[in-house]
């Protein structure tokens, strides 16, 4: 088990490494140099001085290479470097706007649990019955319904013909834990829904599969009921592809994150990354990409260990 | 002596793309305290599916049991409620399956498999589940039981697997044992001991067990009965040894020529019956062993011939052969 | 049960295709069917629009703004006064165009990266699967937008980062099946009479991955109209005066108190596309996967 964790983590150094590559070509394929774009209205772009005094100051001169490897030790050691639109250091954006966008995707994992899972299981124990080809149609839908007209529906039916909750905004759970919870409704189902979806589809098949397993005849020969053989026998062989889809479906939240935040009016990581890129303040997007792709690395990191507890055949190893 | 269990007309059909097969047409058998009856033939001909079906087994869908009657104990096992079946299964009607490896969930231990029966029929508790367990797994030979039985199904050999599923089985001491090919992947020294172990449990407990096999040779050495099987339907049905000594449907003459004995000169040639098993969604008209049958006449290709006694104990479904 | 049906014949019909088969167990599945009407009309809608369109998409009416539905404008009109009905007809093209080629691009990137990584093996195929494995860390939208904002707003942009980021699923599926296919006997036996490496791609390889990529193009073609719609929401898409359904959804946004369908009439487009194109997708998937093929007749 732990030489098993190891190797998963070097493959994610190795991926890692390739991604923070991969972020500073995006950056710098911003067409012209985005800073003195940014710079244009403060100084005087026409002094050739002033515009080496400012690639210099930001490293611009240097080969790429190395402008490179100065950014990659800078990022690592906590110097994410200031935003171009707001002048604040980026890790104190960043680590400002965490808590909002962490609250949204907890409830959004819980209402995609909450739905995903039953709906899954239910398609699969009534499998090719009506209920089935309903849930599976409907979990279709939740999959491939935009996240931001699925918001804009919910509010107009929700906020506009029947105001019971707000519109958009965003209230500290210190200051209003009511309204916090509430005004986080709306989005987090929005959000939910899409991975409710995904999982739904995934418990459906993987059940599926482990249902028409011989070791679940051998269990209804053993005369256990049929609730006991889902449960005891199908479920954790069946739980373990679907450790997988909860994982990425982080991944898929946060792109849902960039419309649901901008809709709602949530003062989180997606909204800042908008911002950032209409504003092509290339230090935020940096940051956003690298930080989401940590985030998917680590999660399929964990998502590898957990697959470890579950199926003992990986565990041994 | 009335039989343990008795099986009448049982049909099973399954559903497919192209068509409904009907893999068992009207298979009819007695099995009484104490012996071990064999349902011997090819692949697909309806003989697991039999298995299955007596304790409801069948996956639905595709499969679907159609008609018959399955008497146990006073009780007709298709038509029992959940509860009457489910408190026959693995309790008073055991099964063991072929393919070990895939037959076992690799997700619990061994342990916990076997004793899981106990648990669920005898309310033991999970320690004395697991206890019981231990013994049982060393009546099936399995060395250091005490030391594997938190191990799990990958990590024993397919031998010791097929054992600890024969211990599952045998957990509550069932009145009967349905074993599905059990030693089908395993090589011939085990098998020898499995099959022996099985016949241990007949001689002690006066345990019944249906076996469901293709191999003759297993056949021979083990069973008391025999019903050979042919495209759904019993076509012989004999005591071992008038099976052998006086084989009289054709195919029952074609499979056994088909095997190669020890005891025959090395001169004479095995002889493969010709032809294909039938296509399960077009059977043949009458009798559906007539395309393959050299005996074959205007009447078999016309009309089944019904099972009728030929000797003692000896019945077969042939026109020719019971003419002749 | 496995010998019962096992020993049931395969019985392919006479004279039938792999294709033809295909497409006869897309019809079979019910959904699958559903999709390809819908597919069907969209098509004909983008090929017919100005023959469909009442108005012209840019014919401005500014004495007649946020109308609501009448008999003139079925739809209402935008807050600039063009014909909603109009603008969204020719908003099918963009959808369809940007799904269909930005799918096609990507997958011709992905086909041919994934044949290099399974023909080649070793450390080729190493480090295409690390490069792959990277690009799987972001999110598709997010790469996407990330890619526009380096590019600059525009609809070809759009198309372009999307087979920038959509061909790594193309190359793992091709890889494996490459990978797989390499090891059949006839491949074996064409590369043991000297059958150029080329030749046995075009030939023995491609033909045998062409089902997994039928199933990829179509979840993608949705894919790149749920992006496309999406970038164009947020205003890096499709720039104006052109119409496109995410851009009329924003717009309608704005409006969503006082002329609720300006905005949900246009989603209810996007959400039938994808829908469209994921259920076509997941018939040919349930018609062409063996393993749940198998879970159907034996289980």
């Known amino acids: 088990m732990g030489r098993y964790i190891i190797v998963r983590l070097c493959h994610a150094a190795i991926v890692l490494?390739?991604?923070?590559?991969?972020?500073?070509?995006?950056?710098?394929?911003?067409?012209?140099?985005?800073?003195?774009?940014?710079?244009?209205?403060?100084?005087?772009m026409s002094d050739a001085s002033v515009v080496k005094t400012v690639r210099a100051t930001y490293g611009l001169d240097e080969p790429l290479p190395l402008q490179f490897l100065t950014?990659?030790?800078?990022?690592?050691?906590?110097?994410?470097?200031?935003?171009?639109?707001?002048?604040?250091?980026?890790?104190?954006?960043?680590?400002?706007?965490?808590?909002?966008?962490?609250?949204?995707?907890?409830?959004?994992?819980?209402?995609?649990?909450?739905?995903?899972?039953?709906?899954?299981?239910?398609?699969?124990?009534?499998?090719?019955?009506?209920?089935?080809?309903?849930?599976?149609?409907?979990?279709?839908?939740?999959?491939?319904?935009?996240?931001?007209?699925?918001?804009?529906?919910?509010?107009?039916?929700?906020?506009?013909l029947l105001p019971i909750l707000p519109p958009s905004g965003y209230v500290p759970f210190a200051e209003d834990p009511l309204l916090n919870i509430t005004s986080m409704i709306l989005p987090s189902f929005v959000l939910g829904t899409h991975s409710a979806g995904l999982l739904a589809r995934y418990v459906r098949g993987s059940l599926l599969e482990v249902l028409g397993q011989d070791f679940i005849r051998t269990a209804r020969a053993k005369g256990l009921r049929e609730r006991s053989v889902v449960i005891w026998h199908a479920l954790k062989p069946a739980m373990i592809p679907i450790v997988t889809i909860i994982g990425l479906s982080w991944g898929g939240m946060l792109a849902g994150a960039f419309f649901v935040e901008v809709i709602f009016a949530l003062p989180g990581l997606g909204r800042m990354s908008v911002d950032a890129i209409f504003q092509k303040d290339f230090p935020v997007i940096q940051a956003t990409l690298i930080a989401v792709s940590v985030n998917v690395l680590l999660v399929n990191v964990l998502v590898d260990i957990l697959y470890g507890y579950l199926d003992p055949r990986v565990r041994i190893r | 002596m009335t039989a343990r269990l008795q099986v009448r007309d049982l049909v099973v059909e399954y559903r497919t793309r192209d068509g409904v097969v009907r893999a068992v047409n009207g298979i009819s058998f007695d099995l009484h305290r104490g012996e071990i009856l064999a349902l011997v033939g090819e692949s697909g001909c309806g003989k697991s599916a039999t298995a299955l079906a007596m304790l409801r087994l069948i996956p639905d869908p595709p499969g679907r049991i159609v008609g018959g009657e399955v008497l146990f104990d006073g009780l007709d096992l298709l038509k029992a409620d959940d509860a009457q079946i489910r408190a026959v299964r693995g309790n008073r009607i055991a099964m063991i399956f072929q393919?070990?490896?895939?037959?076992?969930?690799?997700?619990?231990?061994?342990?916990?498999?076997?004793?899981?029966?106990?648990?669920?029929?005898?309310?033991?508790?999970?320690?004395?589940?697991?206890?019981?367990?231990?013994?049982?797994?060393?009546?099936?030979?399995?060395?250091h039981a005490e030391a594997r039985i938190g191990d799990y199904p990958h990590q024993f050999s397919g031998g010791m697997r097929q054992r600890a599923m024969m211990a599952m089985g045998m957990a509550c001491v069932p009145d009967i044992i349905v074993a599905d090919e059990p030693t089908t992947a395993l090589d011939v020294t085990v098998q020898a001991q499995l099959l022996d172990l099985l016949k241990h449990q007949v001689d002690t407990h006066g345990t019944s067990i249906l076996l469901i096999t293709h191999n003759l040779g297993v056949v021979a050495r083990y069973a008391d009965r025999v019903n050979v099987i042919y495209a759904g339907r019993v076509v012989e049905a004999?005591?071992?040894?008038?099976?052998?000594?006086?084989?009289?449907?054709?195919?029952?003459?074609?499979?056994?020529?088909?095997?190669?004995?020890?005891?025959?000169?090395?001169?004479?040639?095995?002889?493969?019956?010709?032809?294909?098993?039938?296509?399960?969604?077009?059977l043949p008209a009458g009798c559906p062993f007539h395309p393959r049958c050299p005996l074959a006449t205007a009447q078999c290709r016309r009309e089944p011939p019904p099972l009728r006694a030929v000797g003692d104990a000896h019945h077969v479904a042939c026109w020719v052969a019971a003419h002749g | 049960m496995s010998e019962v049906v096992g020993a049931t014949p395969a019985r392919p019909a006479a004279g039938r295709s792999p294709l033809m088969s295909l497409v006869l167990a897309v019809g079979r599945h019910r959904l699958a069917s559903v999709g390809l009407v819908v597919v069907a009309l969209l098509s004909l809608v983008a090929l017919l629009a100005p023959l469909l369109a009442p108005y012209s998409p840019y014919e401005q009416d500014l004495y007649n703004v946020l109308s609501g539905p009448s008999p003139a404008h079925w739809l209402g009109t935008d807050n600039v006064g063009r014909d909603l009905l109009s603008r969204l007809i020719y908003g099918t093209r963009i959808s369809l165009f940007v799904g269909i080629v930005g799918t096609l691009l990507?997958?011709?990137?992905?086909?041919?990266?994934?044949?290099?990584?399974?023909?080649?093996?070793?450390?080729?195929?190493?480090?295409?699967?690390?490069?792959?494995?990277?690009?799987?860390?972001?999110?598709?939208?997010?790469?996407?937008?990330?890619m526009s904002a380096a590019l600059g707003p525009g609809i070809h942009n759009v198309i372009l980062s999307f087979a920038l980021f959509g061909w790594t699923g193309f190359a793992r599926i091709i890889r494996g099946q490459v990978l797989l296919v390499r090891e059949l006997p006839y491949v074996e036996a064409a590369r043991s009479i000297g059958m150029s490496p080329l030749r046995i791609m075009w030939r023995h390889i491609l033909p045998n991955t062409l089902a997994p990529i039928i199933v990829a193009v179509s979840i993608s073609i949705g894919l790149a109209i749920l992006v496309e719609s999406g970038v164009s929401f947020l205003g890096l898409g499709v720039?104006?005066?052109?119409a496109s359904w995410g851009k009329e959804l924003r717009v309608g946004f704005t409006y969503i108190e006082t002329v609720p369908l300006f905005s949900i009439v246009p989603g209810l487009l996007i959400a039938l596309a994808v829908i469209a194109f994921n259920f076509i997708g997941d018939g040919l998937r349930d018609a062409l996967d063996p393993r749940l093929r198998g879970a159907m007749g034996r289980s």
């Open chain 2, 238 to 282: 004999a005591s071992a040894d008038a099976l052998y000594a006086r084989p009289t449907h054709p195919y029952t003459i074609g499979l056994l020529r088909s095997v190669p004995r020890l005891d025959q000169p090395a001169t004479e040639t095995l002889a493969p019956i010709e032809g294909q098993p039938p296509d399960p969604l077009d």
């Open chain 2, 99 to 143: 393919e070990p490896m895939t037959s076992l969930n690799p997700v619990h231990t061994i342990g916990d498999q076997v004793g899981e029966p106990l648990r669920l029929h005898r309310r033991l508790t999970r320690p004395a589940a697991i206890a019981r367990s231990i013994a049982l797994l060393g009546t099936v030979n399995i060395p």
């Open chain 1, 71 to 160: 950014w990659l030790e800078r990022f690592v050691t906590g110097d994410w470097g200031t935003s171009l639109g707001t002048g604040e250091p980026v890790l104190n954006m960043f680590l400002s706007r965490l808590p909002v966008t962490l609250e949204l995707f907890a409830g959004a994992t819980l209402w995609s649990l909450a739905i995903g899972l039953p709906v899954g299981l239910i398609g699969a124990l009534k499998r090719n019955s009506g209920t089935d080809v309903v849930l599976t149609a409907g979990a279709l839908l939740g999959v491939s319904l935009p996240s931001y007209w699925e918001a804009i529906v919910l509010i107009y039916l929700f906020a506009v």
């Open chain 3, 106 to 146: 990507s997958a011709a990137v992905g086909v041919t990266v994934g044949l290099i990584a399974g023909a080649r093996g070793g450390l080729v195929d190493a480090i295409i699967m690390r490069i792959t494995d990277a690009f799987l860390c972001f999110p598709p939208l997010i790469f996407i937008l990330a």
């Open chain 1, 17 to 44: 490494a390739v991604v923070t590559v991969l972020v500073f070509v995006i950056a710098r394929l911003i067409p012209g140099d985005a800073i003195m774009a940014a710079m244009a209205g403060s100084v005087d």
């Open chain 3, 239 to 242: 720039q104006p005066p052109t």
